[in-house]
């Protein structure tokens, strides 16, 4: 059965059909959202207990809530490790804290889920190239599932992308623009070059699918351990539109039988146009000038779906906070000494937020809480060098 139904306009609520190779809602340039007929899942899995179809691997094993395409590219992305973290809980008296690794997938971030599901509806819509701007892992993940795919890619990073990501991303095949400055920068250059067809522009929220691939991580914890918090780094914000998407789906095909877990955004204190949005009461945020933080993957000053992250936040009872990046160090090294996890500036992000919303008790230290570790420590090692303590 396919349970795809199209998509729907997050700001204006358009509806696009389901064929439609549209990346973003020709009225009012809002993200699209796939739409799945949850009754029709409903009616034909009466015994279904969970989001899994019990068929595929990883993140396709979710069959029934993504778009049905007809080549499904994998490499493997998804059912990464969920690591119970008690220890480094201990010193905020967290007990019930876990981390979802990521840094296992492909390429060693969150985003190949993302792209595995993106790149495949591309094969379907039949796209000559595909273009991303990208700080680092998106652009690594894009170039990998490219590859995979066999379709040409065309990355464009900042000039403060770390080390080696260029190299790796044409060790895939794919062109590479390095545009001097930061993540914005590089997709004023995109956006230069790709003027014509912008099919295969897979930005984020200028395509549907990758916030579809990450809905997988939610689905993931919801069959693991059924979180009371998920706490996750916040730069362009797919991950939490992706979630609560998710668990709003799963709401509706009746198998979370709570309230869905509240979700923690966490930026830096140099780039939190989000934060700042949140704690003001806000309904859009404002682009933040002169982003600043070694955290890359969240140098983000503006989100294409501020009002809908900012809505998902509030929608789940959740929550924002901003941290240093000295929070952001001391928090990759505790993670490395006490649970053996090397984890993204990001990664670390998230323990930092968690002690600053646990101590402004924001968040109950006995809750259940999973803090996402998006990417691995490894290609920001050369952090650790001007920063020993
Ligand atoms: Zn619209």
């Not at 959740?318 to 160090?329: F, K, L, P, R, Y």
Request: aromatic share 6%.
């Amino acid at each position: 059965m396919k349970y795809f139904e199209g998509y729907r306009c997050g700001s204006c609520a358009r509806e696009i059909p389901a064929g439609s190779a549209a990346g973003e809602c020709p009225a009012c340039s809002g993200p699209l959202l796939c739409v799945y007929d949850t009754s029709a899942i409903r009616r034909n899995a009466s015994a279904r207990t969970s989001a899994s179809t019990r068929s595929g691997k990883g993140v396709w094993r979710y069959g029934d809530l993504l778009p049905d395409f007809a080549r499904k590219i994998t490499l493997g992305e998804g059912n990464t490790p969920l690591v119970p973290a008690p220890r480094l809980g201990e010193a905020i008296g967290a007990r019930d804290l876990y981390v979802k690794d990521e840094s296992f997938n492909p390429t060693g971030s969150f985003k190949a889920r993302g792209m595995a599901v993106a790149v495949s509806r591309l094969l379907e819509l039949g796209v000559k190239k595909a273009y991303v701007p990208s700080a680092g892992n998106a652009g690594l993940a894009l170039a990998a599932y490219g590859a995979a795919a066999d379709i040409p890619c065309h990355i464009f990073i900042p000039s403060e992308t770390p080390e080696g990501v260029a190299e790796e991303c044409r060790l895939y095949g794919a062109e590479v623009t390095v545009v001097p400055g930061i993540l914005p920068d590089a997709a004023r250059a995109l956006d230069a070059s790709a003027t014509g067809d912008r099919t295969g522009v897979v930005s984020t929220f200028r395509e549907p699918c990758r916030v579809e691939g990450k809905k997988t991580i939610a689905f993931e914890l919801e069959e693991e351990i059924e979180p009371d918090w998920i706490v996750f780094p916040t730069g362009g914000g797919t991950g939490i539109v992706a979630f609560w998407k998710a668990y709003r789906e799963l709401e509706a095909l009746g198998t979370l039988r709570r309230p869905m877990p509240r979700l923690a955004a966490v930026q830096a204190a140099g780039c939190a146009p989000l934060v700042k949005a949140f704690v003001e009461g806000a309904s859009r945020a404002a682009p933040w000038k002169d982003p600043v933080t070694i955290a890359s993957g969240i140098r983000v000053p503006s989100s294409r779906a501020d009002a809908l992250i900012l809505q998902a936040l509030r929608e789940s009872g959740g929550t924002a906070v901003s941290v240093t990046d000295g929070e952001i160090m001391a928090a990759v090294r505790e993670m490395a000494r006490i649970l053996g996890i090397f984890p993204s500036p990001e990664g670390a992000a998230t323990w930092a937020g968690l002690r600053r919303l646990v101590r402004e008790e924001k968040i109950s230290p006995s809750a259940r809480i999973v803090m996402v570790n998006t990417a691995g420590g490894a290609r920001y090692r050369f952090l650790l060098d001007s920063r020993e303590p």
